[in-house]
């Protein structure tokens, strides 16, 4: 891809050696699965991408100093989305924005299933929609129809991760899947067309998405869709690349002017990354 302006709005920092990885649920990655900060801004610098949205992986729960750290280490460059305790304080929260936060991940997949569920729940998206901060939500089709309701009484900002879809072969038909197009529709969410290989059962071309990708875009409008890589691509043993990644996104976004929005215009306006980015490399 030629674009020297991208963001990528999924990627985990992973290090281990720096800050262990909390007790509890969560997918815990194997050795050689770690991602560094610096790691991941080579990558970035080779690959023209300005910025980044840093994603708090299930394995640290609730400790959130990795991407803390990494947005300290690297000025301008990261925001985040954190997973953050429901009972945390207010002045913690306000410190966590100033500091480039800009929502709460809700993985009910490999960290907390009821995470979005009781007055708990509610109470903990009220106060994310004083901060005009995101939910992002990571979940099956079963989930997605039980959260809904909630996530649309909070009138908060939702994030939709991964295609807001786990099985394609399921179809369009999927009851949450229809929820999450509903959700696009309403205006009130965006969703990201990240991490087809966790997806799709052709890894060769990602085919089996296209008609998922097409009913996001139709009911999300291209304003509220953006790219992510899901670097390091963990818990993945058929392995992904970097570059991989990025042609994915050209199959949904042939079109130059619409990948661009998606993939620079949109994450820009959403997460409040200003112009102009770090210098990266040719």
């Not at 840093?54 to 997973?83: C, E, T, W």
């Amino acid at each position: 891809m030629g674009e020297s302006r991208m963001i990528d709005t999924h990627a985990h920092i992973i290090d281990p050696a720096r800050f262990p990885l909390a007790n509890g649920p969560g997918y815990k990655p194997l050795p050689h699965e770690k991602g560094t900060s610096e790691e991941y801004c080579s990558v970035l610098d080779a690959h023209r991408v300005a910025h980044a949205l840093l994603v708090q992986p299930s394995g640290y729960g609730y400790d959130n100093s990795a991407l803390l750290d990494a947005m300290v280490r690297h000025p301008g460059r990261f925001k985040a989305i954190a997973v953050i305790d429901p009972e945390t304080s207010e002045s913690e929260l306000a410190s966590l924005a100033r500091r480039g936060v800009v929502g709460v991940r809700f993985n009910l997949l490999s960290h907390r299933a009821d995470a979005l569920e009781g007055a708990r729940a509610e109470r903990f998206l009220a106060r994310l929609r004083e901060l005009d901060w995101f939910a992002q939500v990571f979940a099956d089709d079963a989930q997605w129809l039980a959260v809904a309701p909630m996530l649309r009484r909070s009138r908060v900002k939702v994030l939709v991760d991964h295609f807001g879809v786990r099985n394609p072969a399921d179809g369009l038909s999927q009851p949450g899947f229809a929820e999450v197009l509903a959700m696009g529709r309403e205006g009130k969410a965006a969703v990201k067309l990240s991490a087809p290989f966790r997806l799709s059962r052709r890894p060769q071309d990602f085919a089996d998405l296209d008609p998922f990708a097409e009913a996001l875009i139709k009911a999300f409008g291209i304003e509220g869709c953006v790219w992510g890589s899901d670097w390091p691509f963990i818990n993945f043993p058929r392995g992904f690349s970097y570059d991989a990644a990025l042609l994915a996104a050209e199959r949904w976004l042939s079109d130059l002017g619409e990948r661009t929005m998606v993939m620079w215009s949109n994450p820009a306006r959403l997460f409040g990354f200003s112009e102009p980015p770090p210098r990266v490399a040719p």
